[in-house]
């Protein structure tokens, strides 16, 4: 496999792998529009219509909605040119999830119960105010901001919003200013640290072209750190990552939780895959990356490695659970990330893990176990990837 060594953002054309692989496009476009349905529309789906205008996406196995889910959501919708759905999602977040007022006005509650409204957690995740950005300055781009929601000022009043944050009531940037790293929580000590899996360089880069607040720089900055802080983050052998860590890059364990390779990091092969496609800045290092990463996880075997390790390769002691299961598992959700990383492949073996994406199915697993939530929505942005279908959204682009 060879690598495209240019980004998207400097040729304006986005790989089709899938097509490369040799699958027939419209088979490529069936199955994408298949993903889609599952997750909006068919009977297991997580969005769900509320009323004449709104709409949210539920983390069902935890009976919540999460600003993760909603802003995923959103990043589909806009990708997809599917306007209703967007701005029904985003109606939806702003009544009920962001804050109107007080110190952590124009900020989101991670958590609410989506059947009475109720908060289930004040605070915020960083991730959530990341992607529901990045999705505002997307659509303000493709549909303009006069068609019932001004969506760039949407996105700026959270911008505007993060950069006011002082400390009072322990509520801080979302991003670690001293650092330029976006931290694990704005608030107190959660500030101080970080997620691997929230770094997504290629989201401030496009902060930096269509936020438009003076702070254009800054955010190219923060994505040159992030860069730089993968580097660091992704264990030697193995290219995993913790799931929580500190800034420098090391673990940061929070009793069990934390220093090991679980649900978040996933998502890093699928960002840095991104950074790569988009703007191509750090290739060298990115392609050795996938190389790493996916020849550890082939030597575990392409159709059984597990969806948690320690950072080293070796088996946990303790097992993260989901859904009420505690049990290591072959993931659709990793399966459709460290699929996605064959956008930097190197490799034959790279074709392997294309083809593994394109042979997976969103399914009850055997023990009746299934999440059609975070395994659906990793699974339909590696679709959306390996087609050539997620992109850099700008100004007066066609649906």
């Known amino acids: 496999m060879k690598p495209w060594e240019a980004g998207a953002w400097e040729t304006g054309k986005y ?39 709104m709409a949210y996406v539920s983390d069902i196995k935890n009976k919540d909605a999460r600003t993760e889910g ?8 806009v990708q997809l040119d599917k306007k209703e759905v967007f701005d029904r999602l985003w109606r939806w977040t702003k009544k009920y999830m962001q804050h109107q007022g007080g110190p952590r006005d124009a900020y989101f509650a991670w958590s609410v119960d989506p059947k009475t409204g109720k908060r289930n957690s ?25 068609t019932g929601i001004n969506y760039y000022a949407e996105g700026r009043r959270i911008l505007d919003a993060m950069w006011s944050k002082d400390g009072t009531m322990g509520i801080k940037n979302v991003l670690n200013v001293e650092h330029k790293q976006i931290n694990f929580v704005p608030e107190g000590d959660m500030y101080d640290w970080t997620n691997p899996s ?3 360089p290629a989201f401030f880069e496009v902060w930096a072209e269509y936020a438009k607040d003076g702070r254009e720089q800054f955010y190219r900055d923060c ?17 995993l990552t913790p799931d929580y860590s500190e800034f420098s890059g090391a673990p940061h364990s929070r009793g069990r939780m934390g220093d090991a390779f679980r649900y978040d990091s996933w ?29 550890f996880l082939y030597s575990q075997g392409i159709e059984t490695y597990d969806d948690q390790y320690n950072i080293d390769g070796s088996r946990p002691e303790w097992i993260l659970q989901a859904g009420g299961f505690q049990k290591l598992r072959h993931s ?22 294309v083809d593994e994406v394109w042979n997976a199915k969103l399914e009850p697993y055997e023990d009746g176990y299934f999440d059609p939530y975070y395994d659906g929505l990793l699974y339909l942005f590696s679709l959306m990837h390996l087609s050539g279908n997620y992109k850099i959204i700008t100004p007066g682009q066609a649906g």
């Open 267 to 295: 998502r890093v092969p699928m960002n840095i895959a991104m950074d790569y496609s988009w703007y191509a800045k750090d290739k060298k290092w990115q392609q050795e990356y996938g190389s790493r990463i996916q020849n």
């Open 70 to 77: 909603l802003s995923y959501g959103l990043m589909v919708a």
């Open 332 to 353: 659709l959700g990793l399966v459709s990330t460290a699929g996605a990383a064959s956008i930097m492949g190197t490799q034959a073996k790279s074709w392997k893990f």
């Open 198 to 200: 929230y770094h997504v």
């Open 122 to 146: 004040d605070g915020s995740a960083s991730d959530g105010e990341l992607y529901f950005v990045t999705s505002l300055l997307f659509a303000s781009n493709r549909w303009g901001n006069d």
């Open 15 to 53: 790989r089709n792998v899938f097509l490369e692989a040799g699958y027939p496009q419209a088979e490529i476009d069936a199955k994408l529009a298949k993903a889609y349905h599952d997750l909006f529309e068919g009977p297991d789906k997580v969005y769900f219509e509320v009323g004449d205008s």
């Open 223 to 239: 994505a040159d750190t992030a860069r730089v802080f993968l580097h660091r983050a992704t264990h030697p052998q193995t290219g």
